[in-house]
């Protein structure tokens, strides 16, 4: 049976793995241990981060809800339980986007909560 030289999947592997830290400092996109440490705790942060991000933007949401409602002398609690009273259907993400883009159809609601 023939010889069969394995180097050219494990060069692949190393350019790729090398590919995935270009950019980095210190050794990180040169030496191979260090780029798999650096690749492994870069998948963990981004595994937390995704979870995250939807926390941020319901925070957000609510703040941008709160400060459409104030002028209408509103609180942000008072008017999420006077929608849930009067059946709203609209959540955090659509009521902010409304509030954002069409204030006037935001105070239609705010109207109709009160």
């Known amino acids: 049976m023939a010889r069969v030289k394995r180097g050219t999947i494990s060069m692949k592997r ?17 030496k191979e241990r260090r780029a798999n440490e650096a690749i492994r705790h870069a998948g963990n942060h981004a595994f937390a981060h995704r979870r995250d991000k939807k926390n941020v933007f ?5 703040v941008r809800i709160n400060a459409a409602v104030r002028p209408a002398g509103l609180s942000y609690s008072t008017f999420i339980h006077a929608l849930k009273e009067k059946g709203v259907g609209l959540d955090r993400k659509v009521l902010s986007m409304i509030a954002k883009e069409k204030p006037e159809s935001f105070e239609r609601i705010v109207t109709h909560v009160k």
């Open 14 to 30: 190393r350019r790729n793995r090398l590919a995935m830290t270009k950019g980095a400092r210190h050794g990180i996109s040169t």
């Open 58 to 62: 319901r925070r957000l949401w609510s």
